[in-house]
């Protein structure tokens, strides 16, 4: 059980069918049918929280640190398209992550992910069936730390799975803040006009979270632009990464695995391009 991690009495995702359980769901499914995010503030509990810090704390020595440009599909230059299309346009990124190796199954972060539990309440809070939805088959990418130090962010992009689940574990003292546009493509349409706007600035649509620690987040982050504002203060910032992909077996690619991690497993070549959709990334 994660009662020494996880608020129950105010999450129960031990107790599906009751009714404060439906009702945390309906919450959930309310906010994602709106834009594509939900938060549970205080997910986790102060005392949970302790455990997750030192186990950050531990492993952010094991972080791949990497200083590139990336555009917001971590893809190479295409030169086929214009130097204003979304696919050329890249930005400086440095960020580390902590590859998912590092974590034991008994270690807060993993315990949380692969409680038997888990699953199936982020599945039904997201409204997807069983046959739809599974756990990451990355063994480095399935339960990963995100470290940001002073100075560091993350630029506008779109992720590789449909569905990311983060818990903020610890802020910086200052920035960091989530900016997002809701549903900005879908698996049909890359829609690559509305893109370019946000890049040249524009903000009418962007949406700012300000997570607080214990806090637990889904969002569905394959087709919602986003980015992490630089944080500032030599205290780091510390967000646990869990991932669900739709299609079973689902593995990172090969150079987007390459880009945030530093290395490339054989497993990453035998699954590459096992996707449940044909967008670029």
Known sequence: MLHDLVDLGRYPIDCPGSWAYDRMIGDLRRDLDHDGCAVLPGF?????LEHLVQEAEATAPQAHRSFNRTNAYFTKDDPRFGVAHPLRRFYDRSNAFVPADNFTKDGPLRRIYEFEGFLPFIR????EP????FRYDDPLADVIINVVEEGQGFPWHFDTNNYT???AIQNGEEGG?????????SAEDENFADVASVLDGNMARVRTLELQPGDLQ???GRYSLHRVA????????????FS???TEGMCGGVERTRQLYGRVLPHHHKREGLRGDQLID
């Open 230 to 241: 630089p944080v500032k203060g030599s205290r780091k910032r510390y967000v646990g990464i």
């Open 124 to 127: 039904t809070a997201l409204n």
């Open 177 to 185: 803040a989530f900016e997002y546009v809701p549903n900005l493509r």
């Open 244 to 246: 669900f992909v739709e």
């Open 165 to 167: 689940v983060t818990l």
């Open 44 to 48: 986790v509990h102060e005392a949970g």
């Open 218 to 220: 889904i969002f569905r």
């Open 130 to 133: 069983e046959d739809r939805f």
